[in-house]
Every structure is written in structure tokens, then in C-alpha cells.
């Protein structure tokens, strides 16, 4: 009687360990997926924090650009107005993949529809680099627009729209004349929280010099620029 007693402890003995043994094997794989998982988090954790240094890198560079650029407008007569303007088109011509653009520069040329065009094409770009939607809704500067004004206008939609795509869900641009000045409106949707801050957008805004207002109400950021003419 003693030996089934024993024989029977045994075959539990025997069970329980082919348990214990398969419940060992399944957290040891559990345990194991679960290192790849977090393996595999940490290194895309790494990847978006060299990704968003590089882009801050890439908005510094492109403010610091475009500061540059602009400010050379302050003392570029009619002429060499007209030649930057054609230059910064076969620019967005190279980066559009166009192969030509009409032309650029001038008699006839109708400038405010260029400007127009120029905007378009520019938030066109923005939309495939960044992937945030964005559409220019008028562009109101009369008929009496000259190409430096169209480059200040220019600079500054490319200015603001690359600050404010990458945390917005749509931008809007408006473009109105005031008197002699040339306000820039630029409306993004879908903000998150609040309006950030002015330094982002001071050193393209001031080489104008031009006048820059953020407000924030309710998920909208509206950035308006009031640029001056430059040749006064």
C-alpha cells in the first residue's frame, strides 16, 4: 500500500515539475519578447530625439537663411529686387522638380499673381515635406506690387509656415494690403496650446523690419506680420 502511496506522490512530483518547467519556459519567452519590445522602444525613442534635433537644426538654419536673405532686400534697388525674386522662383522650380517656370522677371509680368503662385507652390512643398495641409485663401495687394515686396512677403510666409506646420493640423494664408504695408495672416488650426514664443519668428520679421502679433483662442493660432514697403 505504501509503494502506490509513494508512486502516486511520484507521478504528482512528475506533473508538477512538467508544469513548473513549461510555466519557466513560457515566461522566460514572455520575458525575453518583452526586452525585444523595449529594446525596440528605446531605439525608436532614440531615433525621434535625433530626428527632432535635426529638424531644430534644420528650422535654426532655415531662420537664419532666410533672416540673411531678407535683410539683403532693405538695400536691393528695383533691379536687383527683380533678381532675387527670379532666383528664389528657379529655387522652388528646382525643388518642385519643374523643369521651367514662366519667366520670372520682366515687362508685363503680373507680380501679385506670381506672389500668388510663389505661395502656393511653397505650402505645396510644405505639405509633401512636412504632411500638414495648407492652402493660401487670397493674396489682396493690388496691382502695384514690386518683386521686393513679393520676396518680404514671400520670406515671411515660408518663415512662419515652417515655425508653425509641424505642430498644427492646417494653415491658412491670407496676404491684404493696408495703406502702404503688406500684412501676411497666417491661421493654424488645430494648435495645441500656447501661442509660442515671438523669438521663433523675431529674426526673419525684424531684418524687414516688419511688426509680428501672435494670438491663440481656442485650439486657433493666428500669426499676423505687417511689412512695411521696403523702399521707404
Known amino acids: 500500500m505504501t509503494w502506490i502511496i509513494l508512486a502516486a506522490?511520484?507521478?504528482?512530483?512528475?506533473?508538477?515539475?512538467?508544469?513548473a518547467v513549461v510555466i519557466n519556459r513560457r515566461q522566460a519567452r514572455e520575458l525575453a519578447a518583452e526586452q525585444a519590445r523595449l529594446l525596440d522602444a528605446r531605439r525608436s525613442s532614440e531615433h525621434l530625439e535625433t530626428r527632432v534635433a535635426t529638424l531644430r537644426h534644420e528650422?535654426?538654419?532655415?531662420?537664419?537663411t532666410n533672416a540673411e536673405l531678407t535683410?539683403?532686400?532693405?538695400?536691393?534697388?528695383?533691379a536687383r529686387g527683380a533678381g532675387l525674386w527670379a532666383l528664389e522662383r528657379l529655387r522652388q522650380s528646382r525643388f518642385a522638380g519643374t523643369p521651367?517656370?514662366?519667366?520670372?522677371?520682366?515687362?508685363?509680368?503680373?507680380?501679385?499673381?506670381?506672389?500668388?503662385?510663389?505661395?502656393?507652390?511653397?505650402?505645396?512643398?510644405?505639405?509633401?515635406?512636412?504632411?500638414?495641409?495648407?492652402?493660401?485663401?487670397a493674396v489682396a495687394l493690388g496691382s502695384s506690387v514690386s518683386a521686393r515686396e513679393a520676396l518680404a512677403v514671400l520670406r515671411v510666409v515660408q518663415e512662419l509656415s515652417a515655425s508653425?506646420?509641424?505642430?498644427?493640423?492646417?494653415?491658412?494664408?491670407?496676404?491684404?494690403?493696408?495703406?502702404?504695408v503688406a500684412v501676411v495672416i497666417v491661421e493654424a488650426s488645430g494648435w495645441?496650446?500656447?501661442?509660442?514664443?515671438?523669438?521663433?519668428f523675431e529674426r526673419g520679421v525684424n531684418a524687414l523690419p516688419g511688426t509680428l502679433d501672435v494670438r491663440s483662442d481656442d485650439g486657433l493660432l493666428t500669426a499676423e506680420v505687417r511689412?512695411?514697403?521696403?523702399?521707404?
Open 9 to 19: 506522490a511520484a507521478a504528482v512530483l512528475v506533473v508538477v515539475v512538467a508544469i
Open 59 to 64: 528650422l535654426a538654419e532655415q531662420h537664419r
Open 71 to 78: 535683410a539683403r532686400l532693405r538695400t536691393a534697388g528695383d
Open 100 to 137: 521651367t517656370l514662366r519667366s520670372a522677371s520682366g515687362p508685363g509680368l503680373d507680380m501679385a499673381a506670381d506672389l500668388r503662385d510663389a505661395i502656393a507652390l511653397e505650402l505645396e512643398l510644405l505639405r509633401e515635406d512636412v504632411g500638414t495641409y495648407a492652402e493660401v485663401t
Open 164 to 180: 508653425l506646420a509641424k505642430r498644427a493640423d492646417e494653415l491658412r494664408i491670407e496676404v491684404q494690403r493696408d495703406g502702404d
Open 192 to 200: 495645441p496650446d500656447a501661442p509660442p514664443s515671438h523669438a521663433i
Open 227 to 232: 511689412i512695411p514697403d521696403t523702399a521707404s
